[in-house]
């Protein structure tokens, strides 16, 4: 994909407005470093943190990083939160949520997440995938799955085994 092609799809994501687009795409064409991209300017990012609905209806916690240049790098995660039902003394029922794609179950002592979506979308790559994951209180954490891979860079293309070819 060329750098105009993942600037006119990927960078409105970002929120860069076409005169920022531009300015951006010279920098990189100049040889020059974006800010997104350059160690020493991490600390200078602005951050914004926010909540919003997906597309599917479900929660996302959204980091948004803006450096001097104007580059952006957002990363999403989706947020499940847990409903507690309505029990009768002879209940005996896991918690189930089901915010749009992905669920959480959980037990006594742990939580049980299934095909929860994590996306970055930055300057020059933009990436998401699926995990089911489980959460266990006083014990060890563990990711069980990781599926459903996507990956857009500018000028390459990745393989399922993440070779890259110029």
Known sequence: MSLEEFAKKYWPL?????????????KIKKGEIL????????????VE???RVN???ALEEVTKLVYPDGSVNITTKEIL??????FTSNDISPLVVDPGTGTV????????YTHIKVSHVGMLVAADFY?????????????SKVYD???????????RYCRIFF
């Open 55 to 57: 597309d599917k209806g």
């Open 14 to 26: 970002l929120g860069i407005d076409d005169v920022s687009r531009q300015k951006l795409i010279n």
């Open 105 to 112: 179950r959980c037990g006594t002592g742990y939580c049980s």
């Open 131 to 143: 995990a089911d994951f489980v959460i266990v209180n006083g014990g060890y954490d563990y990711i």
């Open 49 to 51: 943190t926010f909540t």
């Open 35 to 46: 800010d997104a991209y350059r160690p020493e300017m991490q600390a200078k990012a602005k």
């Open 149 to 159: 891979h996507a990956i857009a860079m500018v000028g390459t293309i990745v393989s």
């Open 81 to 86: 939160k847990e409903i507690s039902p309505t």
